[in-house]
Structure formats: C-alpha cells, structure tokens
C-alpha cells in the first residue's frame, strides 16, 4: 500500500515541527516547506530520529511560482498530499502611520496569498480522490484587529475569508478545511528566552496543538468543524 503524504508550508522549531511529526507517526510522509533550509533539516532529522519520513522542500510562501515549483517536488518525491497544513504567518506590531507599504504587502502575502498559492496546488489532486484535509492556522488578530496591528491583522482578516470559501467550495466535494484560530503565544524555545520567568501554563503547547489538528483530519464527514480557538486555560478572552 503506497504511503500517505502530507504537506506543512511554515515549518520551524515549534508549531510546525509538531504538526508534522504528529503526522509522520500515524504513518505519513511529510514534506516540510520553508524558506530556511537550515530550520527544515533539523525538523527532519528530528522527525527521521522518531522513525518518520520526510523531506525538506525550501519553499517561499510569499511566491507562486517557488510554491508551485515545491509541490511539483512533493508530488515527484511521495506524492501528492492528502493533507496540507497552512502554517506561515508574518506577526508585525507597529502604528499604521509607520507600517511601510512593502512592509504591509509581505505581510499580507505570508499570512494568505501564500494559502490561496497552495491552495491551487493542491486541491485538483484532492478534489479528484473525492477526499482530503486542508487545515489553516490563525490567530486572533483574524478575528479582532487591535491597534498598531494593521499589517498583521489585514492578512489574517482574509485568510480566515479564504478558509471560509474554500470550506464552502469544496466541503461538498469531500474536502475538510478547518481555520485554527491560535489565542496565545506558542511556548517554544525563542518565547522562552525572551520571558525565561512567565509560566509555562500561559502558553500553547505545540504538541498540544498538533494533537487538535489530526483530531481534526479525523473527523468523520457529518460532523466536520470549520473553525475552532486554543487558548492557555489562563488566558483571557
């Protein structure tokens, strides 16, 4: 029996890292898609410890053609993905007034142009197996644009539109897209040594997330979630 591939666009040490390696163990070749080799060699080496696959694709979300030139590689090497997981993000906190307009435009295309670039990647291949999952992390800035948050607001505002219309689109045709929206810090190594003395417990677990995401890709078709929030239990909203 060929072995199931699936796709993380946005991988680092953290989210990413988890996402994939909760796949590789229930059996997926997963390739791993970023613009650092460097950070996708070493979640593959961690992956490959565990006794998973995967292979590194460096890849800029922010370019059609680099994306559409990744998953010609994905499909070369395992074929194509029966699940994608959209994990790019550009966070930027900075006043309207100062945000430059290249600045915003980067922006706006890490947290969602490179989604619709992917998108188009991959759903022919789904939409003709009849089934696939497509899963998007957001944040709360895509619910709640708050001050000096205009650049990062702005794409996650339209990525969580885009998740929306391509539930709408292709949940008939049996493809489940889920948007996560992410209310907190993910507790990873960078977010510790910038606040060694906050309490893990005001974080988000990476593994803890991962979890929800193949909970996700579980789900049997009558009862699909389209969008759901993670928090710290200690967080306010």
Excluded at 95 to 114: H, K, S
Excluded at 134 to 144: D, E, K, P, S, V
Aim: net charge negative; with cysteine.
């Amino acid at each position: 029996m060929p072995q199931r591939a699936a796709a993380v666009l946005g991988v680092g040490p953290g989210l990413g890292t988890a996402v994939a390696g909760r796949f590789a163990r229930e059996g997926y070749a997963v390739a791993l898609m970023a613009r650092r080799e460097e950070v996708l060699e070493a979640s593959k080496s961690e992956i490959e410890r565990s006794g998973g696959k995967a292979i590194s694709v460096p890849t800029d979300a922010t370019s059609p053609g680099s994306v559409a030139g990744s998953f010609r590689q994905v499909r070369s090497e395992i074929g194509d993905p029966e699940v994608f997981v959209y994990n790019a993000g550009a966070f930027h906190m900075e006043g309207l007034l100062d945000v430059t307009p290249e600045r915003f435009e980067e922006c706006f295309r890490i947290n969602c142009a490179g989604a619709f670039y992917a998108a188009q990647q991959v759903l022919p291949a789904m939409v003709e197996a009849g089934r696939g999952t497509f899963l998007i992390t957001g944040a709360t800035a895509g619910i709640r644009g708050s001050a000096k948050f205009s650049a990062f607001a702005t794409g996650k505002f339209a990525l969580r539109a885009l998740s929306q219309s391509m539930a709408r689109e292709f949940g008939p045709q049996g493809i489940h897209v889920a948007h996560v929206v992410v209310d907190g810090q993910i507790d990873t190594q960078k977010s510790r040594d910038r606040r060694p003395d906050r309490d893990p417990q005001e974080m988000l677990s990476p593994d803890s997330i991962a979890e929800t995401y193949w909970q996700l890709h579980l789900q049997h078709p009558s009862a699909w979630t389209l969008e759901l929030d993670l928090r710290p239990s200690v967080e306010s909203f």
